[in-house]
């Protein structure tokens, strides 16, 4: 392969002009497979190298930017001991987030995307056990589901399938500060 350069693109006029900035250059197969942003400055990417053998094990390259996609910085490149391509980035503040694979990688950051640790507190059973979407709800809790439409709920004590439940009352809800100005949380059970 001849080297080739990975380009985002940012628009600042709701489309009608287009910016391109190119932010890797590469001699392999890379490719890119999912972004998230946290607000209008703050995103990462990831991008996945496939091995020779398969195309769906390799290496996971994750990029983040501070200035809206003008420039990025590579805060990873490794292969997991599950190596399987990420396939969902998502944080739930500066601090805080988590990548999720289709065959059972999950990676969390808890520094801001710099440095990056597996989780194989789940062991997926297939490739219908995990797939691409991810709902973060709390720095320590996140839920995804497989293409059966399953639920899991993962927290501290790991993986845990979700059921339907109806919700009887609220009466045990808790709202603070009260009284409130601005903002409010709801503390619900």
């Keep these: 392969y001849s080297p080739r350069v990975f ?5 600042d006029d709701l489309g009608a002009t287009w910016k391109n900035y190119p932010f890797y250059i590469y001699n392999k197969k890379e490719t890119a ?3 998230f942003f946290l607000n209008s400055e703050i995103g990462w990417i ?3 190298r496939p091995d020779t053998i398969s ?5 996971n390259i994750i990029f983040k930017t501070t200035d809206g996609g003008k420039t990025w910085e590579e805060k990873l490149d490794k292969r997991f001991d599950d190596p399987h391509m990420i396939m969902n980035i998502g944080f739930k503040d500066l601090s805080n987030g988590i990548c999720t694979s289709r065959f059972g990688l999950f990676i969390y950051s808890t520094d801001g995307g710099d440095n990056w640790i597996a989780d194989s507190s789940f062991i997926a059973k297939d490739n219908y056990d995990i797939v691409n979407y991810l709902a973060i709800t709390t720095s320590k809790r996140f839920l995804t589901c497989n293409l059966q439409g399953k639920v899991f709920m993962y927290d501290e ?3 845990t399938s979700v059921e339907e439940k109806q919700t009887e009352n609220f009466s045990n809800a808790q709202v603070f500060p009260n009284p409130a100005t601005n903002q409010i949380e709801f503390k619900l059970q």
Excluded: M, V, Y
Excluded at 7 to 11: A, E, G, I, K, L
């Design 46 to 48: 990831a991008l996945f």
């Design 55 to 59: 195309p769906i094990i390799g290496e």
């Design 33 to 35: 497979n999912t972004e």
């Design 7 to 11: 380009n985002f693109c940012r628009s």
């Design 157 to 159: 004590d790991g993986f």
